[in-house]
């Protein structure tokens, strides 16, 4: 009973990481460390982007968890991490562990949505400036970025096909960069259209693409990569297609 | 100038930390990262006309080097600072440039800026693994004095924290 219990601690944790982003890497490293602190010292383990498999040691029975749906979560990943550190130091038992995984788990976004976005729309104005635009073009790329950061998370809820939220979204974006230069004509369109495009970035799966791969998770590396390409494609082609109609 | 690319570059960064819901207790360091893996590259690529691709290789060592400390320091997963750092050395004009060159049919351009997109992009995941290296060494000299009662002890492994 209390290995069963251990298990589901230790996959619970690796659930939580993964579907917030964190590297397979990092998830493998966790639940080893969890299975050490409670005894389980040969944990076999082995993680990627769409599901994680524990066996407490070479011959029991293997357990399983698929993973659907990823999101971005950086402080639950680090909040798991932190709960893991206590793990280690032997300060919580099995089922307070799993008490407070839970609760992580069932906590909301740190951050609103429209702090989210409006962070999106303000990040896309600092990168206009940093792309060597002018101050003029701050505020129509602020703009365009939240319109193009919005329509993303939208696009994201309501499509179910991957990369085409993105190509929707950089459709978007590119139009309303027109319409902010049809309504205030002299602005760099170009340096309005990089700005905002920056938070559709795949930023995240670049990092863990990188990293994964250097510690050696193969498999999950080049998927992690390949997403990231295609994203990065997706956005491209989304710029593209409003480009070919405009110029 | 600097000074203006330092302050937007440390806000860009934070921006993006709200995007990825970092943990409001890192988010001025994330931009800290940002603002100095810019300022490395700006400083080389645009006062000291340094070639681009070197400027980013320099730029995410750089970058890797401080994540990694404020990683340990502040007991944080060190892609949250990864990511500031990297972000704005991400290609993005670039890789506008050259599909805006393909839309126009300037295929030689297109194909030109393209390669040296794929390069800085290399950059940045070389320049990643440099300052892991460094980072391998600096761990192995002396870090007791940011260890508290919550360490690990006896466990090696990429893991920062």
């Known amino acids: ?247 | 100038m600097l000074i203006e690319q330092l302050i937007v570059s440390f806000f860009s960064a934070v921006g993006f930390a709200i995007i990825f819901n970092a943990p409001v207790r890192v988010l001025w360091q994330s931009g800290t990262v940002g603002m100095v893996g810019w300022i490395v590259f700006v400083g080389l690529s645009r006062v000291y006309d340094v070639n681009i691709v070197i400027a980013t290789l320099l730029a995410s060592v750089i970058v890797g080097i401080v994540s990694q400390i404020l990683a340990k320091r502040f007991r944080t997963p060190i892609i949250i600072f990864n990511l500031a750092g990297i972000i704005p050395l991400v290609p993005g004009g670039m890789s506008y440039d050259a599909m805006r060159f393909f839309v126009v049919n300037d295929y030689d351009a297109a194909i030109a800026t393209g390669a040296t997109v794929a390069m800085i992009s290399g950059a940045i995941a070389l320049g990643l693994i440099v300052s892991e290296i460094i980072n391998q060494l600096i761990r192995n000299m002396n870090w007791r004095k940011y260890h508290s009662e919550y360490d690990r002890k006896g466990v090696a492994s990429l893991d920062t924290d």
């Not at chain 1, 991957?162 to 974006?173: N, T, Y």
Request: aromatic residues 8%; proline residues 2%.
């Open chain 1, 1 to 247: 009973m209390k290995q069963e219990r251990i298990t589901k601690v230790c996959l619970l944790a690796g659930e939580i990481m993964l579907k917030n982003g964190a590297e397979t890497y990092r998830i493998e490293d966790t639940m080893t460390r969890i299975a050490q602190a409670y005894g389980v010292e040969d944990a076999q383990i082995h993680a990627t982007p769409t599901a994680i498999m524990f066996a407490e040691d070479m011959t029991s029975p293997t357990n399983f968890v698929r993973i659907n749906v990823r999101a971005t979560d950086l402080d639950k990943v680090s909040k798991v991490n932190s709960i893991s550190r206590h793990i280690s130091a032997g300060k919580l038992t099995v089922k307070e562990a799993r008490e407070k995984l839970l609760e992580v788990e069932a906590n909301s976004e740190t951050y609103p949505k429209w702090l989210q976005i409006a962070a999106a729309g303000f990040a896309s104005g600092c990168f206009t400036i940093m792309f060597q635009g002018s101050w003029l073009e701050f505020l129509p790329a602020i703009i365009v970025g939240m319109i193009g950061y919005y329509s993303m998370l939208s696009f994201h809820e309501v499509l179910k096909i991957r990369f085409f939220a993105e190509f929707l979204a950089s459709v978007f974006l590119a139009l309303s960069a027109f319409l902010v230069i049809m309504i205030h004509s002299g602005l760099d369109i170009d340096k309005i259209i990089i700005g905002s495009v920056m938070p559709l970035v795949p930023g995240l799966l670049i990092t863990n693409a990188v990293r994964d791969l250097m510690a050696g998770h193969l498999v999950s590396g080049i998927t992690k990569a390949t997403e990231a390409i295609l994203t990065a494609l997706a956005i491209g082609a989304g710029v593209a297609v409003v480009l070919l109609v405009f110029y």
